[in-house]
């Protein structure tokens, strides 16, 4: 008998993600029955994919994996309030899916960010006695602070308190990094719960994929560096940018590739 797992998290495909399908079909690969809980994709720019609209329940099959849809609030914009409201939204979906509504599973696995996937984690861990698997990309209320968006010291503190909570509920914990191990050591994290699994790329498409560079790069006669991904303030681009007047333009090019809150931003920089 296949061995059941169910993947939560706020985000997966189409939108953007570092564990989403892929990680899914390589559970399947393994074994295992997958079924994904998340929510209507909507990121990085806040609104719905086309071809989605918003109900009570939605469910999908993409490449054999079970995905099951669930209300959140859309948005991903400077506003904290509307952050808040999509953090909450989604969070408080899949509370009630899982606590009610999903069918049982040997194991729970949750993608933090947000909080609230891990707050929902617990309290599956406590109603329904589901083993649970925590992934922290990101360490709060660390990043939180960074970003810049959220400097509430009160709220700050709450927010660490719900992290260290939901950490003890966690039969597991993955890290992609040893400091962020070490962090979580010096939050008082039981250390042996601890695990660092290194974040990866798609690797068939490396293999069956030979890379061509673009006719917009062929013009460029210095080394190119690249950074491609999510445009937001946690990734400092500013910083790169501003650092990028030092450096020697004659040999090096630097290219940002994205989309984010900071796409304006970093081009009104860039033109200045």
């Given amino acids: 008998m296949k061995r059941k797992i169910a993947l939560l998290t706020q985000w997966f495909d189409p939108e953007p993600t570092f564990k989403g399908l892929l990680f899914a079909k390589g559970l399947l690969k393994e074994g295992f029955e997958v079924t994904v809980i998340t929510g209507y994709p909507n990121y990085p720019s806040g609104n719905l994919y086309p071809g989605y609209k918003i109900k009570l ?9 079970n995905v099951i849809r669930l209300p959140l609030y859309p948005s991903h914009s400077r506003s904290i309030v509307g952050r808040i409201f999509n953090y909450l939204s989604f969070g408080f979906s899949s509370i009630i899916y899982t606590i009610f509504f999903m069918p049982k599973v040997d194991v729970l696995y949750g993608y933090h960010p947000p909080l609230t996937i891990g707050i929902a984690l617990s309290f599956m861990s406590i109603f329904r006695k589901i083993p649970i698997v925590y992934d922290i990309q990101d360490i709060w209320p660390d990043s939180l602070k960074a970003t810049g968006m959220f400097s509430s010291n009160i709220g700050l503190s709450l927010i660490d308190r719900l992290c260290n909570w939901v950490y003890s509920n966690a039969n597991i914990i993955t ?23 290194y974040n990866w790329c798609n690797e068939e498409l490396i293999i069956k994929k030979r890379y061509v560079k673009p006719e917009s790069f062929k013009t460029i006669e210095q080394k190119i560096i690249l950074f491609a991904g999510n445009l937001g303030p946690a990734q400092s681009l500013k910083k790169i940018i501003l650092a990028f007047k030092s450096v020697e333009t004659k040999f090096f090019h630097l290219v940002i590739i994205g989309t984010g809150i900071e796409q304006k931003n970093l081009k009104d920089l860039k033109n200045r």
């Fill in 57 to 65: 329940f939605k469910k999908e099959i993409i490449h054999g994996v």
């Fill in 175 to 197: 890290v992609l990094s040893p400091g962020f191990k070490e962090k979580l050591i010096n939050k008082g994290v039981e250390e042996n719960k601890i695990h660092i699994i």
